[in-house]
């Protein structure tokens, strides 16, 4: 029985006196590239509601961004954490052999959407996921470039790093040093087509680009060794692309011998109400890449590939803590608690909560957008509906206003709401969600003149 309120509970003002000292101590001693966006200092928590240092509870709408899937020390992860534990912490799957590591490669293979059988690398987290892939396409194909996304975000490690193309932010002072190789076109995002068609007229022409301006003036598409792709552009926005963007991306990479690589470190893991997201576009990529929500808040990366794939030579790549057996643990339990019920629990709440948005969106000219399958949700705000203005200040001030009533929010490009809860949040707990996002969007289209 859960022991932490299941609305939000408020024992002092925000930050308490508690959050503020830990807070000053964090400020001279941890380093100040982390985006810290509001005064939260975690304690505990249960499912979908956490308590903060001083008492004050709040419903998580973020899992600490897309991770805990199954929600805050799901009983069953914690068990199986605490069983292997007792075994044994570390053994180094690279050199030596262990149980577990073998049979999440087992379950990853029978359930990874693609042809035939696969094998799986183990890593920390889902840039070294995606560090990994960059590897394997180079080594298999022996071909030397990459293709990737405008918005996309793949991780901020150097090879990681040259395929995102999110914020400038995030290349400012180390383009020097990212990988070469890598070329980017744009990304299917449909409320703002980068070539003028609207959704219902969508072909994925966008593509046209990447075919005819990057293929013919940049690069030779047999020099391409894969193509990485977010099936549901995450950091970028929470863009949901039509079918045919990602159908057409498959029939580009078969035509040319090109490895489709599909990023579902963000999407993946039944967020969409699907084990993967890809799934929900008819499309089997060549290899996929995973973290996030996989071990429900323990560290862990995977790439999975077909099988004729990853050939590679031993001591090609390695991970002294990748797949780590507890993590190993703990995914195991994730998937099996995913697969029997919060896949179907993520479907159910999510189509609840996008109506629900959808009928904010009726009630404030402030919303431009909503779009999401299951609980990945993105709601753009904009200061204009006919120009589209980015309202990114409004959409700040908005998270803002929710954590002062007591619920943790984040935003996903330069101005969408990302709503990407525990996949354990019920309809009640998304009412509360939509209740207090109302109150908070009227305030802020109110100071902002949006009527």
Known sequence: ???????????TTLPGPRARAIIERDRHVVSPSYTRGYPFV???????????????????????????????????VVASI??????????????????????????LSESAPMPGPSRSFFGNSGAEANEAAIKLARYQSKRPFLIAFMGSFHGRTLGALSLTASRSVQRTGFGATTAPGVFHAPYAECYRCPVGLTPDRCQAECLEFLEEKVMVHLVSPDEVAGLVVEPIQGEGGYLVPPPQFHQRLRALTERHGILLIVDEIQAGMGRTGKLFAIEHFGVQPDMITMA?????????????????????????????FGGNPVACAAALTTIRLLQEQLMANAADVGAYMLDGFRALQQKHAIIGDVRGKGLMIGVELVRNRTTRERASRERDRVIDEAFSRGLL????GRNALRVSPPLVLTRAQALVALDILDASIAVVACEAGVQ
């Open 42 to 76: 975690m304690a505990r928590g249960e499912g979908a509601m956490v308590e903060d240092v001083d008492g004050n509870v709040f419903l998580d709408c973020t899992a600490g961004i897309a991770v805990n899937s199954t929600g805050h020390s799901h009983p069953a």
């Open 409 to 412: 929010i984040l935003g996903a």
């Open 292 to 320: 996030k929500g996989i071990a429900s808040g323990l560290p862990l990366g995977v790439v999975t590939a077909r099988a004729g794939v990853m050939e590679w030579t031993p001591g090609a790549h390695a991970s002294t």
């Open 82 to 107: 605490v069983e292997q534990a007792g075994k044994f912490l570390h053994m180094s799957g690279t050199d030596f052999y262990y149980e577990p590591q073998v049979r999440l490669a087992e379950v």
């Open 1 to 11: 029985m859960s022991t932490l309120p299941q609305v939000p509970h408020f024992q």
